[in-house]
């Protein structure tokens, strides 16, 4: 068994930035890929970077290239979101997940562990 938790959403206004942490506690965690989704109301939960258990392969949702950065420290069980130039469709709820392979995927039901979340609000 996984625990995630996720931390470092707020409030920020647009074009400002954020890092996201979540931090793993459980079973061995550098083997194990990790992905951040997000959920905006009304709309269903989207893929927005992912990273390989090794931290050298990582992919992105289009729109959040070149603003967004995921990285991961193995040592502290902990992955990290951080993201630049902020607009307000950046705007939902973040949620780290954990999948039991050291590739990682942009698809949601291959992971296997989620946290409870951290809401982002990027005002205009």
């Known amino acids: 068994q996984v625990q995630l938790v996720e931390s470092g959403g707020g409030l920020v206004q647009a074009g400002g930035s954020l890092r996201l942490s979540c931090a793993a506690s459980?079973?061995?965690?550098?083997?194990?890929?990790m992905g951040w989704f997000r959920q905006a109301p009304g709309k269903e939960r989207e893929f927005v970077a992912a990273i390989s258990f090794s931290g050298i392969s990582t992919y992105y949702k289009d729109s959040v290239k070149g603003r967004f950065t995921i990285s991961r420290d193995n040592a502290k069980n902990t992955v990290y979101l951080q993201m630049n130039s902020l607009t307000p469709e950046d705007t939902a709820r973040y949620y780290c997940?954990?999948?039991?392979?050291?590739?990682?995927?942009?698809?949601?039901?291959?992971?296997?562990?989620w946290g409870q979340g951290t809401q982002v609000t990027v005002s205009s």
């Open positions: 459980g079973r061995t965690f550098s083997n194990y890929a």
């Open positions: 997940a954990v999948r039991r392979s050291a590739a990682p995927t942009p698809f949601s039901a291959q992971y296997d562990y």
